[in-house]
T-cell receptor, first 112, second 115 residues
């Protein structure tokens, strides 16, 4: 079992729709959770971090964390073609300094 | 505030050579982590440096090494290059905390091709 799992996709949504990206993790000691966006040929760019159970909203993005289910998700409202990218879920375990464990990423395609 | 910078951006080497990559963190960030990204394995953690000391290490062979300077700039070195070392090498910086859950910001990466 991989430590962090994501559906590789591609996830295809029409412009203006809500895109829902999911991630599960195996280590219950995980304390910090991050979503990064990576365009082809570029480096990962931070979208959001979340540390506590519940929802965290930032503009069109909402991260959701459920530690009991070991599940973290990212919702993108009003999806735009410019949101088309690979979304990486990353997890850090308490005390495991500087080490993010990444999922394989979900490719999102937003069609005009 | 300037972001994380990495040099060089592209490198072509041949098997058996060695290579040194450089990373300058965001001003005020004291932790630097290095990652290797390949299509098959995704993003994998190499090591983390804080206060000129390696604080954490991933599962890579000893050919991969690094160091950090007093100004928090970091370098990583790969010796005796293999074809499989071809990858995007990413550096990320963060404010340092003892628990390690700080947000990391990535540089543009160094694309290494080994022929």
């Amino acid at each position: 079992q991989k430590e962090v799992e994501q559906n590789s996709g591609p996830l295809s949504v029409p412009e203006g729709a809500i895109a829902s990206l999911n991630c599960t993790y195996s280590d219950r000691g995980s304390q910090s959770f991050f979503w990064y966006r990576q365009y082809s040929g570029k480096s990962p760019e931070l979208i959001m971090s979340i540390y506590s159970n519940g929802d965290k909203e930032d503009g069109r993005f909402t991260a959701q964390l459920n530690k009991a289910s070991q599940y973290v998700s990212l919702l993108i409202r009003d999806s735009q073609p410019s949101d088309s990218a690979t979304y990486l879920c990353a997890v850090n375990k308490h005390g495991n300094t500087g080490k993010l464990i990444f999922g394989q990423g979900t490719t999102l395609q937003v069609k005009p | 505030k300037a972001g994380v910078t990495q040099t060089p951006r592209y490198l072509i080497k041949t098997r058996g050579q060695q290579v040194t990559l450089s990373c300058s963190p965001i001003s005020g960030h004291r932790s630097v982590s290095w990652y290797q990204q390949t299509p098959g394995q995704g993003l994998q953690f190499l090591f983390e440096y804080f206060s000129e000391t390696q604080r954490n290490k991933g599962n890579f062979p000893g050919r991969f090494s690094g160091r950090q300077f007093s100004n928090s700039r970091s370098e990583m070195n790969v010796s005796t290059l293999e074809l499989g070392d071809s990858a995007l090498y990413l550096c990320a910086s963060s404010l340092a905390s003892a628990s390690g859950g700080d947000t990391q910001y990535f540089g543009p990466g160094t694309r290494l091709t080994v022929l």
